[in-house]
Structures are given as structure tokens and as C-alpha cells.
């Protein structure tokens, strides 16, 4: 079977999907994007990923062409005819083609694109031993500048603390603010255990508010494990007991040592095992 995608209203073999070379999307970054997994042929937290998708859009004032409930369809559409049944969805507007200026009066048509695909995650061995991570020199972008709540397309600050992460021989990196708090990692969020209490830096420290960060958050709370948002810099991450970060690729990971230093153990921890388990739960059923 050939993978479908969804482009410019319908699906069409992959081969097939295309978008303008005028598109603002392409020219300077101009869209948004949200990446879903399909859990078992069930789109996870679909309704929270439209959710913030719709968010971002009024945020950068773009006015997707299909509602709330249509996108959802069109999601769900896209899974079915690539009959995907464990994977991951790239969900993409643009501001659609235009004119070799920033005006957005001079462009038309923003694009949705859908892309079912399968996933790539860490190796699991990462998940048995914990991962490494370092803090990179590149701070997460100015939220007076564009907001990190905005999941837009233009990734150029992620991707250069991303550079600084494999020159250093890790998967992830730790981006601060401008203030030099604790924001983000370049693509997921990062959670500390401090006496048995979880912690995780306040959305306006500069963040994207995941969608697995939520779903995490509930889990521990279900489990009755304290959970705090605050600021967070990186003396507490070098003091904690335990440390992972969360994502929709990463799922739950553990971090064991942060620029060359160890943290807790040096082993992933009894509440992110604990987290992580309930997340299989939650996401495999069993
Ligand atoms: N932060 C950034 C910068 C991200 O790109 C992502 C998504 N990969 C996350 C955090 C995690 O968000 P989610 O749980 O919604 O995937």
C-alpha cells in the first residue's frame, strides 16, 4: 500500500504531496506544526494536540481554513487510509504561498498538511539505563521575542541546541532562559524528584506546554505523588534525586547525568520507573 498524505484538502500518494515553493512556510518559518502518536490505531490526546495547535495559531494570527472537528476528522482520516496502527502524525499549517516579503496580506491559502508515518525513538537500552544529557550555550527563545508556548515552524533555536547536544555525544540538551532558569530540553520537558515531590519548570519560564507533560502530570497526581511547577535552575537538577524528561517521541526517559555530572543514583529512579509504567499503561492499555 502507498502512504497517503494529506495535502491541499485530500489525500494523495506521498509521491504526490507537494506545496509551493512560494509558501511562507517554507520562506521564513511562517506556520505551526503539532506531532501526534496512534497508539494501537488511537490517535492519542488528539483533542489536546488541536487544542494547542488552534492556540498557536491565534497566537501567530493565522487563520486555519478547516474547524476544530474537521482537523480532527482529517487526522483521523489520514491514520485509517495509512492503516497505522502504532506511529506518528506530523500535523502542519502554513501560512500558505505568497509574495518574497514578510506581509501575510500578501500570501493566500495556508496549507494543511498530514503526515502518518511510523516512530523513531530512543534505543531502548536508554530507557533501562537513563540517558545523558549537557546544558546548552543557545537559551530558549526570548518569550517577548516568539513565545515557546507557540509551536511554530521555526525550530532554529532547538535545532541549535540540538547541534551543541550531538557535538557533545547526547540525544538531548538542556536550553535555560534568559533569566538562567531552567526552560526546556530541545524537544521535551524536563521533570526533577526532589524528597518526593515532582517538579517541573512553570510555563512561563519559557516552555512548550507538552501534551505528554500534562498527561504525566495527571498520572502522578493520580498516583499521589506532589507535583509542583516553579522555577527550576540547574543546581536543582544537579541536586535531585531523579530527573526525565517527557515528550511524544520520548514518551518517559530518565536523565542520569547532566554535563558530566551524576544525578541521584546515576540509575533511573523508583517515581520516573513508576511514571513511566503508568505511561505504557495509559497508552498500551494492559
Ligand atoms: N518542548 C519542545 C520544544 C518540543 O518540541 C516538544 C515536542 N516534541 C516538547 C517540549 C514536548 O511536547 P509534547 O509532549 O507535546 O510532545
Known amino acids: 500500500m502507498s502512504r497517503k498524505v494529506y495535502v491541499a484538502g485530500k489525500l494523495v500518494p506521498a509521491e504526490q504531496a507537494t506545496v509551493s ?10 506556520g505551526i506544526f503539532e506531532g501526534i ?3 494501537g490505531s488511537r490517535v492519542f490526546l488528539l483533542k489536546e494536540h488541536i487544542d494547542r495547535l488552534y492556540e498557536s495559531a491565534l497566537a501567530i494570527r493565522l487563520q486555519i481554513p478547516l474547524s476544530p472537528a474537521e482537523m480532527t476528522k482529517a487526522v483521523e482520516e489520514t491514520v485509517k487510509a495509512n492503516e497505522l496502527i502504532d506511529g506518528y502524525v506530523r500535523l502542519v499549517v502554513t501560512r500558505g504561498p505568497g509574495s518574497l516579503g514578510l506581509d501575510i496580506r500578501r500570501t493566500s491559502n495556508p496549507q494543511v498538511i498530514i503526515i502518518a508515518d511510523t516512530i523513531s525513538m530512543y534505543p531502548p537500552e536508554m530507557y533501562e539505563n537513563g540517558m545523558r544529557i549537557i546544558t546548552a550555550s543557545t537559551i ?7 513565545s515557546p508556548k507557540v509551536k511554530s515552524l521555526n525550530y532554529l533555536n532547538n535545532i541549535m541546541a540540538k547541534i551543541e547536544g550531538t557535538d557533545a555525544g547526547t540525544e538531548e540538551a538542556l536550553m535555560l532562559n ?3 532558569e531552567v526552560a526546556e530540553c530541545t524537544a521535551d ?4 524528584v526532589k524528597r518526593g515531590v515532582l517538579k517541573t519548570p512553570q510555563p512561563d519560564c519559557g516552555l512548550l506546554e507538552g501534551i505528554t507533560r500534562g498527561a504525566v502530570m ?8 506532589e507535583v509542583r511547577e516553579c522555577v527550576l535552575v540547574r543546581h536543582d537538577i544537579y541536586t535531585a534525586d531523579e530527573c526525565f524528561l517527557t515528550g511524544t517521541g520520548a514518551e518517559v526517559i530518565a536523565v ?3 554535563d558530566g555530572r551524576m544525578i541521584g543514583s546515576g540509575k533511573p529512579g523508583p517515581i520516573t520507573r513508576n511514571l513511566l509504567d503508568r505511561f505504557r499503561r495509559l497508552t498500551r492499555g494492559a
Open 178 to 180: 534568559h533569566n538562567g
Open 189 to 192: 520537558n524536563i521533570f526533577i
Open 140 to 146: 530558549r527563545n526570548h518569550p517577548g521575542a516568539l
Open 21 to 30: 515553493v512560494f509558501d511562507h512556510g517554507l520562506l521564513y518559518g511562517d
Open 218 to 225: 495527571r498520572l502522578a497526581r493520580e498516583a499521589d505523588i
Open 256 to 258: 542520569v547525568s547532566l
Open 37 to 39: 502518536r496512534v497508539y
